[in-house]
């Protein structure tokens, strides 16, 4: 059975820090890529950040530089540390899994039909 599980979110105010955790089973972690995305109410899915399975990454504009997605194979986890937060990163980030491309955008997350999901977790930056 597959799992994909997010912890870490949480209230901040801005500037603050988060880590986001996401643990998955069930599938050949090595061999998958990951990545978080975010969705607040109102707003498209939007993909914050991917790492391949060779260990490059891609990251959305918004998040250049305050954002970093790494991972622990041996762990089957991979994290979304996130510095100098602000109120428009408020949302529900959401981990994904994939053995292929990610999608940009999209009207809603989870995506139907495209990878492992976990269940989200909420991020909300007060300002």
């Known amino acids: 059975e597959v799992q994909v599980v997010e912890s870490g979110g949480g209230s901040v105010q801005a500037g603050g820090s988060l880590r986001l955790s996401c643990t998955a089973s069930g599938f050949t972690f090595d061999d998958s890529d990951m990545g978080w995305y975010r969705q607040a109410p109102g707003n498209e899915c939007m993909l914050v950040s991917t790492i391949s399975s060779d260990g490059s990454t891609y990251y959305a504009d918004s998040v250049k530089g305050r954002f970093t997605i790494s991972q622990d194979n041996a762990k089957n986890t991979v994290y979304l540390q996130m510095n100098s937060l602000k109120p428009e990163d408020t949302a529900e980030y959401y981990c994904?899994?994939?053995?292929?491309?990610?999608?940009?955008?999209?009207?809603?997350?989870?995506?139907?039909?495209?990878?492992?999901w976990g269940q989200g977790t909420q991020v909300t930056v007060s300002s």
């Open positions: 994904a899994a994939d053995f292929g491309g990610f999608d940009t955008i999209a009207t809603m997350c989870p995506i139907e039909d495209f990878g492992f």
